[in-house]
């Protein structure tokens, strides 16, 4: 949205359907968080920054020490560890790249894709 690569009424059109295509398969979503802005605005909630993750925590109380948190970039996996949180990355998408970054935290998780990292946290 902070790059204007689509409007916020496109994002939740994103959110509707996958709650929509969940729900058919008994799951559900309780909450969907994200940054609106960009790097002019220095929020804390832009990751490499852990303010999300925080948040997240705060709403529901809970501590991410060890919470798994996949993601696909470096700043996903920046944000993770500066929150307290377990790094996991998927080599979809930007994935493999960030695999061979060297500023790739080392307690770092990787795992060929989403379905992969979902069947190791259901462990």
Do not use: W, Y
């Amino acid at each position: 949205v902070g790059r204007g690569l689509f409007e916020t009424d496109t994002l939740m059109a994103i959110h509707d359907k996958m709650h929509k295509a969940l729900a058919l398969v008994g799951g559900r979503i309780d909450a969907i968080f994200f940054c609106p802005h960009t790097n002019e605005d220095h929020c804390d909630c832009r990751k490499p920054k852990p303010g999300m993750l925080k948040e997240i925590a705060a709403r529901f109380n809970a501590d991410l020490a060890g919470v798994p948190v996949i993601g696909d970039s470096l700043r996903d996996l920046q944000a993770a560890v500066a929150a307290g949180a377990q790094p996991m990355l998927v080599l979809t998408g930007k994935g493999r790249k960030t695999a061979d970054d060297p500023a790739m935290p080392r307690e770092t998780l990787v795992f060929p894709d989403l379905a992969a990292a979902a069947a190791h946290i259901a462990k």
